[in-house]
Structures are given as structure tokens and as C-alpha cells.
């Protein structure tokens, strides 16, 4: 495979490629690159602009060295494809073994090698042919594998850029009872645009698809992750493991998508596992099973102070025990008072089974002072004590423009909308889905305790109650069906709905589903 390098003119940096040189003043990180242990292959070409010519600036010649396109032998290259490390010139990885450079100085913890601009120029293949079958289940022979060394680990975290530029890391294999574990062990850098596919990642305690641990302002965006991630420890998760805390910094994980098979012991999610304080999450989606021995979410497990979500969807079927959600099974902060939120969500569907004990809903297992709206479950609840269709249990929380379709079953504290909601606030919201349980159940809230109420809608099945118990605020009404699906109905609901959409069986859904 040849990789072409183009050349511009100075007056156009911006858009030099990587592995780009100035020839009238190459910068003090602009070494000429040695060809390393691994490299069979040269490629190089230039061009010269016509404004070049004009200014009499030309760009030098540099040549890329790597064979890209063959598995992994094992070892390390000596250097990397070309480039400086800059941001207008990274260091080009081809090749498996330039992959591995990287894992090797940012674990050594060199200097030279953090803080700077790294970027794929091509697939990487960590170890060749079918590793995991349609399942998620291992099926290469592992002794025959070569195991990868994340990128980073418990002491040391990758600093700088490092650009998937749309390609696939494939092949992947590690199996270890260590902790920090993925393509990335930590990382307080940016990684983003790539893809991890085909690969068994099997670890203890952090052990993630994409990037382990991120770390303060850490980022992680346009990413997917079609990986198996096992561990019998916990904070496990497609696409990071866990973001650690520094003092306002806040980690954002973005355009992010898992479609792998998790496995954990406990806080076992799609996309974040656990984090305790400040994260953005934005356009994320879920799409694999995930199963765990306690807490399990779509999207989130344990998401604690000042995170923000938007836009976040669950397609996959989720098995927990206590705490177990479609979008978030713990979401707040404990310790919290009425007029303090500590976290914000909007725009979050759940689409698929959940399967919990206590605190089991299709948004949030367990909400605590923060805001939850445009929110909507469309998959069966099945769970036991705090059992909702959009909150297991919401404390002191703020609930608008949210709506379930689907069946809820539980044992205690059971409700199309609410198991157990708790001096909050909450607004503009219907359920169409059956309600069953033993006891304080009702198809909309199953125990309601002083909680400020308005616009609540239910659709009338039977004698059935819309509370279990209503200890004080608000009331809901009942609706037919023909009602619930009239433009009289949507318009009562507010603006965040929309009416004849043509999806939801004729019921109303909220105007960004429509916009999707």
C-alpha cells in the first residue's frame, strides 16, 4: 500500500498534511525520522502550489516508512511512519509496531513523547483473523495471541492528541486480572475518530473498549467500540472505564457508540462505568448486551456531581441486580438539598429489556437533586422494590416532558412513570404501559410523597389507580386512547411534544425524536 505525501504552500499551513516539512525553517521538533525495526516499505511524493512558486516557499520532501496492512509481529518499532509531533505535522503510526512504540514511551513515561500529536495513516491489525464470534464470545486461540499493552497506565496518562482519523484498530487481546485496560490504560489527552472491533479485553478493576481511565480534562469523542469487555472486578464499560477527578476540570466523552458484549462484577455500563465528579456526555448510544452481578446501565452506572448528558439512547438489553437502568443506574449526589441540582439529562430514550432488582427503570435507577426531561422508555421493566418506567427513585429531583409506553413490573413502589418520587418536581407527563405489582403500585407514580404535580395523564386501564400512594401533592387524569392520540392532547402535554408523528402507535413523542 502507498501512502502519498502532498506538500503546500506556507501561506496555506493549515492545511499541510501530516508528515509535512518546511524547508525554510523546519522547527526544533522536526527531526528526520529513522526507519524503524518493522519498516519494509518507503513511501514519498511532493507538489509544489503555484502560490508556493510565486512566494518562493517550498515545502521538503519527507518520506512515510511503514508496511501497513500486516498483523502485529510482537515487537516495537524504533520510530514512528514520519512527522514531528506537532499539530500540523504528527507522527504518523502505519503500522502495528509504531502502535506499539507509542504504548512503550508513554509507559516509560518519556518526555519528549507527551503532550504531542499523534494520528493513524492506516488500519491497524493487532492480531490476525476472527477473534470474537457474532456473540461476543472468544473464540481464538489465545495462546497463539500477542497481548497488547494499553496506552498509559495507573501511574502514567497519555497527554496528548492521538487522531484515529476514521481508521480500525483491530484484534486486539488482553487477559490479565491488572487494572487499567483497553487501547488506552489512561489517558488526560484527546482520543478520537476511530474504531475498535474484533477484540477481547479481559481485566480487573477500569477495564474499558476505548480508554480505561480519564483523567481531569480528559476527552474521547467520535469513537466506537465493538469489542468484548469482561472482568469479574468492577467499573467495567465500552467505551471508558472511569474519569477521575481534578479540581474543575471536566472530562467529555462525545459521538460515542458501543455495540460489544460488557461483562462485570458491579458498575457495568455501554459508554462510562463510574464517574464521581464533572462529565459531559453527549450523542451517545448503546447497542450491546450488558450483564452484571449488581449495578448496570445503558450508558452510565455510577454518575455522580456536575455531569451533563444530552442526547443519550439505549439499544441494548441490560441484566443487573440493584441499580440497573437503560440510561443511568445511580445519577446525582447523595447528600443534596431541594434547591441544588448536581446534574442535568436530556433527550434520552430507553429502547430495550432492563432486568433489575431494586432501583430498576428505563432512564434512571436512582436520581438524587438533579433534572431529568424529554425522556422517554419504550422497553419492558422488569425489577422488584423502585421499579419506573423513567426513575426507580427520584429524590428532589425535576421531571419534564416524559412519557413511558412500556410494561413495568415489579414488587413495591411500582410505576409507569415513578417507582417512589420524593419531594421533587415534575410536569408534563403520560403512560400508555401496564402497571403490575404487589404492592403501593400505579400506572403512573407507585408511592408519591410530597411532590409538586402538574400535567399528568394516564391511559385508563380498568380500575386501575394512577398512584399506589399519593402522600401529598398533585393529581393525574385519566385518558382514552382516542384521546391520548388527538392534537388537543400533544398540545396539553407542551411544546416538547409533537402530534400524528406517525410512530409511537399514534401517541404523542417528544419533537426530537422526530428530528432525529
Known sequence: MKYTI?????????????????ASGSSENDDPVAESSSSKKET?????????????????????????????????????????????????????????KLSFVIGANEKDYQGKYYKLGADIILNDGKIIDEKGALVADSSKLHKWTPIGNSSVA??????????????????TTSSHNGLFGNSSGTVENLTVENSWVSGGKNTAGIVAVLAGAGIVKNVENKASIISQSETVAGIVALTSYAYSKKGTIENAKNYGFIQGAKLVAGIIASSDNGLSLKNVANYGLITSQTSAGGIGCHLGSETSIDHAENFGEITGKD????????????????????????????????????????????????????????????????????????????????????????TLNVGGITGH?????????????????????????????????????????????PFGLNNG???????????????????????????????????????????E
Open 44 to 100: 514519498s511524493s511532493s507538489s509544489k502550489s503555484n502560490n508556493a512558486a510565486s512566494n518562493g516557499n517550498e515545502i521538503s520532501e519527507e518520506k512515510c516508512i511503514g508496511d501497513s496492512g500486516r498483523p502485529w509481529d510482537g515487537t516495537t518499532a524504533k520510530d514512528f511512519a514520519c512527522g514531528a509531533g506537532t499539530k500540523l505535522s504528527p507522527y504518523v503510526i502505519l503500522t502495528a509496531e509504531q502502535l506499539a
Open 158 to 175: 497519555f497527554t496528548g492528541t492521538f487522531d484515529g482519523d476514521g481508521h480500525i484498530v483491530s484484534g486486539m487481546f488482553i487477559n
Open 323 to 410: 441499580y440497573t437502568a437503560g440510561i443511568a443506574s445511580y445519577f446525582g449526589h447523595g447528600y443534596c438539598t431541594a434547591n441544588r441540582k448536581y446534574g442535568t439529562l436530556k433527550r434520552a430514550k430507553n429502547d430495550a429489556p432492563i432486568q433489575g432488582n431494586k432501583y430498576t427503570s428505563g432512564i434512571v435507577g436512582q436520581a438524587q437533586c438533579v433534572t431529568i426531561e424529554t425522556s422517554v422508555n419504550n422497553g419492558i421493566i422488569n425489577g422488584k422494590n423502585l421499579t419506573g418506567g423513567i426513575c426507580g427513585h427520584c429524590q428532589r429531583s425535576t421531571t419534564t416532558s416524559i412519557y413511558n409506553t412500556a410494561k413495568i413490573s415489579g
Open 473 to 515: 401533592g398533585g393529581v393525574a387524569t385519566p385518558k382514552s386512547a382516542d384521546e391520548t392520540k388527538s392534537s388537543d392532547f400533544a398540545e396539553l402535554l407542551g411544546e416538547d411534544f409533537v402530534y400524528d408523528s406517525g410512530l409511537n402507535n399514534g401517541y404523542p413523542i417528544l419533537k426530537w425524536e422526530k428530528e
Open 421 to 465: 418520587n420524593e419531594e421533587g418536581v415534575t410536569n408534563s407527563a403520560y403512560s400508555t404501559g401496564k402497571v403490575d405489582g404487589d404492592s403501593l403500585v400505579g400506572l403512573m407514580i407507585g408511592y408519591n410523597y410530597n411532590t409538586t404535580m402538574a400535567d399528568y395523564y394516564y391511559l385508563e386501564q380498568g380500575d386501575q389507580e
Open 6 to 22: 502532498f506538500f503546500v504552500t506556507l501561506s496555506s499551513f493549515i492545511l499541510l498534511a501530516a508528515c509535512s516539512q518546511v
